[in-house]
């Protein structure tokens, strides 16, 4: 059972327009989210988070948008740029403070910036 | 500050053969996770310690693997004997869980390729 789940496996967005990345998650308890990027041969690094307490939050280019009632968050990409081009994960946890603490991961989204 | 710190990058092995794959994570941090990657699954957590204890090994495959962390800085995924389904890049992450406010964030290695033949 996928608690966390990013539905498209691909999307390509031309260079300079935005980019929007979905996730939805079926566990009520998780109360904090993050993405995280990754490059060919490297390993995911840390991108944006949001608690539960907000419903937005915003790094820059990144914002991400978080709608607890249909548990769903979405990644805004603005203006995209090449170099955005990576996949993004999307993850979540219910406990980020104590000792049980783990992220449940979405399978990834391909993001593809056309020049 | 140097980060996650994995080795070997790439591993090639026969059917069969023990295959050890090394972490260490970043100095300081209490909590250290080992992430199987394959196109079928996405990232699979394996098992995760905290303070060099395990906390949770439910992710970890079957009796062929095994992971200890014999110290805050080192860690080691074992892998005996290995059959091709084991082929996939294997991370390891670290994360300073104690720390508040926590982010949450995971710091990633860049990853052990393994293929088995």
């Known amino acids: 059972d996928q608690q966390v789940k990013q539905n498209s496996p691909s999307l390509s967005v031309q260079e300079g327009r935005i980019s929007i990345l979905n996730c939805d998650y079926t566990?009520?308890?998780?109360?904090?989210f993050l993405w995280y990027k990754k490059y060919p041969a490297e390993g995911p690094t840390f991108l944006i988070s949001?608690?539960?307490i907000k419903d937005k939050n915003e790094d820059g280019r990144f914002t991400v948008f978080l709608n607890k009632s249909a548990k769903h968050l979405s990644l805004h990409i603005v203006p995209s740029q090449p170099g955005d081009s990576a996949v993004y994960f999307c993850?979540?946890?219910?406990?980020?403070?104590?000792?049980?603490?783990?992220?449940?991961w979405g399978a990834g989204t391909k993001l593809i910036i056309k020049p | 500050d140097a980060g996650v710190i994995q080795s070997p990058r790439h591993e090639v092995t026969e059917m069969g053969q023990e295959v050890t794959l090394r972490c260490k994570p970043i100095?300081?941090?209490?909590?250290l996770f080992w992430y199987r990657q394959t196109m079928m699954r996405g990232l699979e957590l394996l098992i995760y310690?905290?303070?060099?204890?395990?906390?949770?090994d439910s992710g970890m495959p079957e009796d062929r693997f095994s992971a200890k962390m014999p110290n805050a800085s080192f860690s080691t995924l074992k892998i005996q004997p290995s059959e091709p389904r084991d082929s996939a890049v294997y991370f390891c992450?670290?994360?300073?869980?104690?720390?508040?406010?926590?982010?949450?964030?995971?710091?990633f290695g860049e990853g052990s390729r393994l293929t088995v033949l």
């Open positions: 992450a670290s994360s300073l869980v104690s720390e508040r406010p926590n982010t949450g964030e995971l710091f």
């Open positions: 100095s300081g941090h209490d909590y």
């Open positions: 310690f905290n303070n060099n204890v395990p906390i949770d």
């Open positions: 566990n009520s308890m998780f109360d904090y």
């Open positions: 949001i608690s539960s």
């Open positions: 993850a979540a946890s219910d406990s980020p403070w104590d000792s049980n603490y783990q992220l449940i």
